[in-house]
């Protein structure tokens, strides 16, 4: 704000104190001001303190702002101040159970306690590590739930349903579901079939056919389902419209095995953190929410006579009753702007403050149903607007009104009208206005950013307005780009990295995607089995050529360098200490390598993981790309790269909104969960795993779910919301930017798109970072070592020959290997089935990856032909080798014979009590073919072939 003294719509705020009331605090309007001052003018009433005010907002750091505001507004200093009840949800939720919910998850059937010393897990990806061990207990425990496991792809989807169930109130007791739980489960049949009735109306006038009937056109075409799901002309009926008797007949199904199975996991899931003394944001919340319903004494002592949120559009629908329970009077303020409701995917619910009174009055009615807990009327709310803004110019503010009525796709149906009539404007306090609202498009997007970056600085037409009033030169510092996804900031960085311009990065990176994580992967692989998928990422990142590199691999012979520093790391005791070391040799620090570090040292000693276990949450931390705030500066006077979730509250005098680019903004979004729950049609499941159906033991798909989820509109308000977003963040100009395909946002929006050829000639790449190993083909001593595969004739594997490449093998043998040893497994199709069925159906030793090395003298020399088993399955008078192949043909059989005789004759001279026999398993159909294993003599020539 530039002026200290309250507008007059601030003022009005500021002195309306008492009663139920809803703001409506548009982008830069000075909602903290007001909100700190009208806390201010509460306090120093008669008879009211900060003890008696409770003020909630949604980030720490905005608490802790607030605090320091309010000490410059009242009469209270910060000693006074420090323990007042200015919170975030989860900070108040822990200060309620801390002092008296000890007892709290015995409301819920459980027999443990919150203690004094229970941790808050706030890093996502060690959650994630804790809950796949909960799932590996789980499963031993509970056979019977084995079907269910076999039809998800991955377990941790189950703890985001448990994390949305708990976001939105709904969570299980010892008996079943706690309250009203288990009626959102269901669903809401009659809201259900409104929607349908309204998509499935023939459009133009009754002459085209409805857009339900359309979008059921490809009605089990990617899919599979059981033999009694209907046909598809059953669904879609021979006319305009689907039969309406299809509505009922997919949602009605029996869920009773499908609740019992998430209750159990939820329910099972709560006790095993509670054992292992750790909440995570969520059950905080849920265990203060059942507290304060159960105890009423211990309600009516917390309860507060004024209550203030914030930013009450990012709220959950918790976080609303929770509101309510702590009122203890209906002076309630909730102050917001839906049009910058963006956290949808932390289940933000934005229909709290669109929805305001309606939900006020449900929620009340709800909470009240068996006892009196809301005790004040929930009517009348008085509302109020903030609309002069303090941040932009005008320009930019009726700029940024388009973005909320921008189509997302071509296609895209938008009641533009009704969205404009309900955006309040904004009016900017400024009376200069010199924006530049700029728009380029390039197929070398980020050279084209950086350029015009470049162009910007130092450029009087992007004048900006300098801390004492006056108009001054753009710098770097200036400039903000803000990206819908994280990967393009990452990769922006990198491009100015290589230019030398100043570029710094700040926000959510998934850190384990990056470089110092790989390195850090590949060490414990190594460690772990010297594994080759390790040694080829260290020797790639030294600078071998493939081809160097698989010569070293297939020697054995790694350089004298790396076995050293191998072994000094095998001295080590921690994982921590590992990484340390890695990241030491290697030149990696900064936030990055200290994120990786700091979250290996807390899975150590957080969990009971082994070594093979830490790597495996590693793989499974790079595929969920999970996220890490780090900063990575470039000093001062350096453009900043954010994304659009990271700028909120934010505000810089340029802004470039980059990545314009059709399937990246908006964003497709992840891949569907196999457990499915959304309004109105409740918990689904999208797969379902049958060994009867067909005859074989299969994953289907479930046809209802099919259905129910195509009558779900697919809704891009809050893309829009971000785009919105992005823009009110600048001051004075933005530009806009594409790559070679603009998305329909860019396309839609009044802005000029510029085609840009970039010119960074004048800039230098920097010398990219050397690797602390030199880069030397290591000459054996002693006997040559061979792998099977150098004798293997690659021509077999030219054309389609019916693989399904090197990722998917490699993925189906690290299954067999934890199958085996009884580790869990997180994904099952087909292939991993047919491994599965194998490897129960035999009753001996079961031995996965077991190395074979076998001794030859060829020509008077010694050679060694070294590789690993798959499977080496021992009985009293029995040896068999087995060994995967991912081939959809037999192709290639002929060759491989050659790789498992190595291992035949290893096997023969180790157990030559026994007989034995090699075959292959060929995953894709599970059929097992025996071998005629090659004789020593034979296996001699293959060498004398290979060295010509």
Known sequence: MSGVEPNPEQRDLIEATEGLYLVDAGAGTGKTFTVTHRYANVVERDGIGPD??????????????????????????????????????????????????HDAPTF?????????????????????????????????????????????????????????????????????????????????????????????????????????????????????????????????GDGKRVPPEVAERAFEDDRTALKGFVHDVFHGYLGFALRRNYLNFGFLQLFAFVLLCEDRDLRERLEYEYVMVDEFQDSSAIQFKLTLLLAGTNNVCAVGDWKQSIYGFQYADVDNIRE?????????????????????????????????????????????????????????????????????????????????????????????????????????????EGDDGEYRVPEYGDIAVLTRTRDFGRDLLDTASEYGLPVAYEGGIEVFRTDAAKLLLAWLRILERDADRGWALVLEEAGYTVDEARAILDRGAYPEAMVAFRESLRELETFGGV????????????????????????????????????????????????THEVDAGAGTNAVTVQTIHATKGLEYPIVILANMNADRFPST????????????????????????????????????????TACLPRSYDEERRLLYVAITRAESHVVLAAGADPNAFLESLPVDVESVDPDLSAFRPEDEERSPFTVDVPVPDGPAS???????????????VGGRGMEFG????????????????????????????????????????????????????RVTIGGVIDLLHLTPDRAEIVDYKTDLTRHAEDEYEKQLSVYYHVVEGVHPDREVSASILYTRDGERREIDPLSEAELRDLVRTHRG
Do not use: C
């Open 52 to 101: 008696d005010v409770l003020l909630v907002t949604f980030t720490n750091n905005a608490a802790e702002e607030m605090r320091e505001r309010i000490v410059r507004h009242s009469e209270y200093g910060v000693r006074e101040l420090a323990d007042a009840p200015i919170r975030t949800f989860h900070s108040l939720s822990h200060d309620i159970l801390d002092e008296h919910g």
């Open 108 to 236: 819920l059937g459980l027999d443990e306690t919150i203690t004094g010393s229970t941790r808050i897990i706030e890093d996502d990806v060690v959650e994630r590590a804790l809950f796949r061990e909960f799932v590996g207990q789980f499963v031993d425990d509970r056979p019977e739930y084995e079907p269910f496991f076999a039809a998800l792809s991955g377990t941790t989807e189950l703890l985001d349903l448990i994390t949305e169930l708990s976001a939105k109130g709904v969570f299980p007791d010892a008996d079943g579901w706690y309250r009203d739980g288990e009626s959102h489960l269901d669903g809401d049949l009659e809201a259900f079939e409104t929607l349908f009735a309204e998509l499935n109306e023939p459009r133009n006038g009754g002459s085209r056919q409805s857009r339900l009937r359309r979008k059921l056109y490809r009605y089990g075409e990617n899919g599979t389902y059981l033999p009694e799901a209907p046909e598809k002309r059953e669904i879609r």
């Open 356 to 464: 305001f009174d309606e939900r006020l009055e449900r929620f009340a009615a709800e909470l009240n149903r068996d006892a009196e807990r809301v005790t004040f009327p929930t009517s009348p709310v008085e509302r109020k607007r903030l609309t002069r803004n303090y941040r932009s110019t005008q320009s930019i503010l009726d700029f940024s009104t388009h973005a909320l009525t921008a189509r997302a796709t071509k296609r895209e149906s938008l009641d533009a009208e009704a969205i404009t009539e309900s955006i309040t404007p904004l009016t900017a306090d400024t009376d200069r206005d010199h924006s530049r609202i700029e728009a380029l498009a390039s197929e070398d997007e980020h050279e084209a950013i950086l350029a015009r970056i470049d162009a910007i600085v130092g450029d009087d037409a992007y004048a900006v």
């Open 579 to 626: 990484a340390r070391r890695v990241f030491d040799r290697y030149g990696r620090e900064g936030p990055t390598a200290d994120v990786v570090l700091e979250t290996v040292q807390s899975v150590h000693e957080t969990t009971t993981f082994t070594r093979g276990e830490l790597i495996r949450f590693i793989e499974a931390a790079i595929a969920d790309g999970s």
């Open 669 to 708: 979004g992840g891949g569907a969960s196999d457990v499915v729950y959304a309004d109105p049609i409740g918990l689904r499941r999208r797969t379902v795993y049958s060994e009867e159906a067909h005859g074989v033991p299969h994953v289907y798909d479930d046809w209802r779910t099919d259905v129910l």
């Open 786 to 800: 061979y792998s099977p595969h150098t004798f293997i004739d690659d021509a077999v594997f030219e054309g389609d």
């Open 810 to 861: 490699t993925a189906v043998h690290e299954f067999a290997e934890r199958y085996v040893r009884d580790e869990p497994v997180v994904h099952e199709g087909d292939d991993e089935a047919n491994v599965r069925a194998l490897i129960d159906s035999l009753d001996g030793e079961k031995r996965a990856e077991v190395d074979a090395f076998l001794p030859l003298t060829v020509d008077g020399e």
